[in-house]
């Protein structure tokens, strides 16, 4: 069977399920009697294994269905919530994060039984079932039978309620000279109703499952709902169909109820109905027509069997040849219906904007038309913005699916470290562009496990020092401007910068000369050089100096800046400006030579117009005086390999750009003006100087470089 | 029922196929200075005019730059300097050709003009020697038509060396 086309669904929920289960199992440890969690948990449980069974993951379900039963005790009040309980279902989560991954990447869910931790789940059921079988009070086990019942009910009486409504399908001529044609043949004509079980997530996958066990035991010629929009997932739970085939009943029933997650599947001789009599005499009709409802139900279940295995064949050799390469399933983003709507406003408003164009530029006598055409470009400036605006904020995703794991790493770190301590976050509805939000987890898991590890002093010096006994620890997230700001703060002992400078001594990073002459930024600026680490000790969960360099040059990577604010004793915090989006940013156009080049806006502090005499020579090196500081002057003729050009008496136009609190001023020769530029990527052919963080295509179809003024500095 | 139908159609196209004994390769037939090379046709995914080339400073001679391919950056070699020839001389004729290897970004090569196709069988297919000069590290080998002689370029060492350096 094959199910690949349904893999990014999968994915998609499966990974919101376990963050669920995440939330939901932290919340239970805190409330280990609340009834509402505990059917959420089981619900969310429930439907991963399903999902999971669908694709056929094996080693996943069977996990997910031991989880499942546990959580069906609990919520049955067979036994209770135990702390040591929760670790194991956290650990059972893990497991599943790591079965997600393995089928993220390369489509198969990996070889890890998890067999230890199915044990324990197993073992769970047995002790806990005859531990806390008396502790079991009776209101419980009234709600036990409240919820039970339907579900016996629909067990024990499957064919209430559920009538075989193949009766009802409408059958044409074509069908019935099938019909009769079976017949004539000494083929069995069946009626068949399937009923998919209510909580059955991928309707549409089942139903192809069974159209595909019935089309290897027969042929199916009609359908109802149609096969299309059985497959579009249009149905309710039922479907009916009439079928072909030389098999007897039982065997039909059979293979349908093989398909996991069916109710029941209802089988009888299909009669057909005498109302409508047979009269059709007419040849073509008849000729013409019997192709076309095969065709549909044929070919619409065959379509994903066509379609995928092509799909799945690239997906299986990738792996193969490059195993640590993108995961196999494209990223997706969910967007609100109500932006789509927006967007498609403005498309229809951009096509008016161009229409109305067209029809100004077409029309003779052109002097008269040219304050409209004027008019009608504002207008589709304005129509552009807006476009730019929605399809960016529909890139924009919250913060949330990335946090949101964090409070249970600060709990698994809590136990581990053996210290107490609690996270607070703030914030988690910030915004940020996707391909920011994708790659900002990791660095900010490596700057709270830093404040938890490194940062939070043990409990007892805090309590010697007159701290609360339990550490806390801040994740604030906020929008400042075109930038989002996400801060990192601890209550802990901060940063000893004397054990840094004297670590970085020791280590020879810097000399006693050079330590003496440093300021405290200065020194934290080491922490975030490759293998600075000041811990003692190195735990397996920092310590290893290869943390704040990745964080830092991640960030960087992102156009972002870290930034450390500290004050010894008191704690430390670690602040991340990010931009709000990659894809499109403000830039000043500049003519260097005859070349043109972007330099990002946001870079830009002034722009100056300087005299050639005004810049002076400092220790060789050109620097310019102004407004009270000295800036060296970097001429961007020479750094990008441009002829000069002739008029040297002229006034220079230099560019000022700030990085941090350094300075530097561009030497650039015209300034042509702001505008909107759309980064692209130069590719991987060329290793591009660090100068320039990639190329746009300007108006006139050329291509321009961007300038990165922060390497420059 | 659809594996069937899947089956059947590849055994329709193998039959199809099995007149046809010996395994040919089409290749295009470019000029540089005064000498042909034919590249695999499966590689090339356009043929363009000359157009505005973005010079990217500090980087190797032979690449030219980057340009505007409907919408997307690619960068653009000379198969001349990359071949230890003289720097292009661009003329009319000048081409683009866009080759696109799976796995890999497109990259766009520059030569002298584009003159035909070509269908080699491997019988018309000399696999030569190999020097260790510059040129013959890219040819897998040497194609005869018409009594001319057609270097034939091994497109995947060549961009393979453009990555590595």
């Known amino acids: ?713 | 029922m659809d594996e069937v139908k899947v089956m059947d159609e590849q055994k329709r196209n193998e039959s199809l196929n099995r007149p046809v004994e010996r395994e040919t390769t089409q290749y295009i037939v470019t000029r540089l200075g005064e000498e042909q090379y034919g590249i695999d046709i499966k590689y090339i995914s356009n043929i363009g005019r000359m157009q505005k080339i973005t010079r990217v400073p500090k980087v190797s001679e032979y690449i030219k730059g980057v340009i505007n391919l409907r919408g997307e950056v690619i960068p653009t070699i000379s198969l001349r300097l990359k071949m230890g020839l003289d720097e292009d001389e661009i003329t009319k004729k000048t081409r683009i050709i866009i080759l696109k290897l799976e796995q890999h970004e497109s990259i766009g090569v520059l030569v002298d003009e584009v003159k035909e196709v070509v269908t080699l069988d491997e019988e018309h297919v000399e696999r030569v020697s190999y020097d260790k000069d510059e040129k013959s590290r890219f040819l897998s080998g040497v194609g005869k038509v018409d009594n001319k002689l057609i270097s034939l370029l091994d497109i995947t060492s060549v961009l393979a060396d453009v990555v590595e350096t």
């Open chain 1, 1 to 713: 069977m094959d199910t690949s086309q349904y893999l990014e669904i999968f994915l998609d929920e499966t990974k919101e399920h376990l963050q669920n289960l995440n939330t939901q199992i932290m919340d239970l440890e805190q409330n280990p009697e609340n009834m509402d969690t505990i059917n959420e948990i089981f619900r969310a449980a429930h439907s991963l294994k399903g999902m999971a069974g669908t694709m056929g993951y094996k080693r996943m379900q069977a996990l997910t269905h031991d989880m499942e039963n546990v959580f069906s005790e609990v919520r049955n009040g067979t036994f209770k919530v135990q702390p040591d309980m929760i670790d194991v279902l956290f650990k059972c989560l893990d497991a599943l994060e790591e079965y997600l991954e393995n089928i993220q990447q390369t489509t198969e869910e990996g070889t890890n039984d998890n067999e230890d931790l199915i044990k324990i789940l197993n073992d769970i059921l047995k002790n806990g079932g005859t531990v806390n079988a008396g502790g079991g009070t009776s209101a419980p086990a009234a709600e036990q039978s409240a919820e039970k019942a339907p579900e016996q009910a629909a067990a024990a009486a499957p064919a209430e309620g559920k009538t075989a409504r193949w009766q009802e399908i409408k059958i044409s001529d074509t069908e019935r000279t099938l019909i009769d044609k079976a017949h004539s043949d000494n083929l069995k004509v069946y009626g068949v109703t399937v009923y998919v079980e209510e909580a059955c997530v991928l309707k549409a996958a089942r139903a192809f499952l069974v159209f595909k066990a019935l089309e290897k035991l027969g042929e199916i010629i009609v359908s109802e709902p149609p096969a299309q929009d059985i497959e579009d997932e249009k149905f309710e739970l039922t479907f009916s169909l009439i079928f072909i085939s030389s098999s007897a009943k039982e065997e039909v029933i059979s293979a349908i109820k093989n398909v996991s997650e069916i109710e029941e599947a209802l089988c009888e001789e299909y009669v057909v109905p005498q109302a409508a009599a047979p009269q059709t005499t007419d040849e073509p009709v008849v000729e013409t027509q019997p192709a076309v409802p095969q065709e549909t139900a044929a070919p619409a279940a065959s379509t994903p069997a066509a379609a995928t295995p092509a799909a799945s064949a690239p997906a299986a050799a990738k792996p193969a040849n490059k195993p640590a390469n993108k995961p196999v399933v494209n990223r997706t983003v969910r967007v609100d219906i109500e932006k789509l709507d927006n967007l498609m406003n403005l498309v229809s408003e951009l096509i008016i904007a161009k229409n109305s164009l067209v029809a100004a530029t077409s029309s003779d006598g052109s002097k008269s038309d040219l304050g409209s055409v004027n008019e009608h470009i504002e207008y589709l400036e304005s129509v552009t913005t807006n476009l730019h605006e929605s399809v960016m904020k529909v890139r924009m995703v919250p913060i949330e699916s990335v946090v949101a794991k964090f409070p249970r790493m600060i709990r698994d770190l809590s136990k581990k470290l053996d210290k107490k301590m609690e996270l607070y976050m703030t914030g988690e509805d910030t915004e940020l562009d996707r391909t920011v939000v994708d790659e900002i987890g990791d660095p900010l898991m490596h700057m709270l496990r830093n404040s938890a590890d490194h940062g939070l002093e043990p409990n007892d010096v805090r309590v010697a020092n007159g701290k609360p006994e339990v550490g806390s620890i801040f994740l604030d997230a906020y929008q400042d401007g075109n930038n989002v700001v996400i801060e990192v703060r601890d209550d802990g002992g901060g940063i000893n910068i004397e054990a840094v400078r004297n670590k970085a001594i020791e280590r020879g990073t810097i000399t006693h000369e050079q330590a003496e002459g440093m300021t405290d930024k200065e020194i934290i600026d080491l922490l975030f050089l490759p293998s600075f680490s000041t811990a003692k000790k190195v735990s397996d969960v920092s310590g290893r100096g290869v943390g704040l360099d990745v964080v830092k040059s991640k960030i960087e990577s992102l156009s972002g800046e870290v930034e450390v604010k500290n004050k010894f004793g008191e704690g430390s915090s670690w602040i991340i400006r990010l931009p709000l989006t990659l894809a499109i940013i403000q830039a000043l156009m500049v003519v260097i030579g005859d070349e043109k080049f972007a330099i990002a806006l946001g870079s830009i502090q002034t722009i100056e117009d300087v005299a050639p005499e005004d810049i002076k020579l400092v220790q060789a090196k050109e620097v310019m005086h102004i407004r009270g500081t000295v800036i060296p002057i970097i001429r961007m003729n020479k750094v990008l390999d441009i002829p000069p050009r002739e008029d040297e008496n002229k006034n220079l136009t230099v560019i000022i750009v700030k990085k941090g609190d350094k300075q530097a001023g561009l030497v650039v020769d015209e300034l042509i003006g702001q505008q909107e530029v759309v980064i692209k990527s130069m590719g991987k052919y060329i290793k591009v100087p660090k100068i320039i963080s990639g190329a746009t295509i300007l108006g006139n179809g050329d291509v321009a470089l961007i300038l990165d003024a922060n390497a420059l500095i």
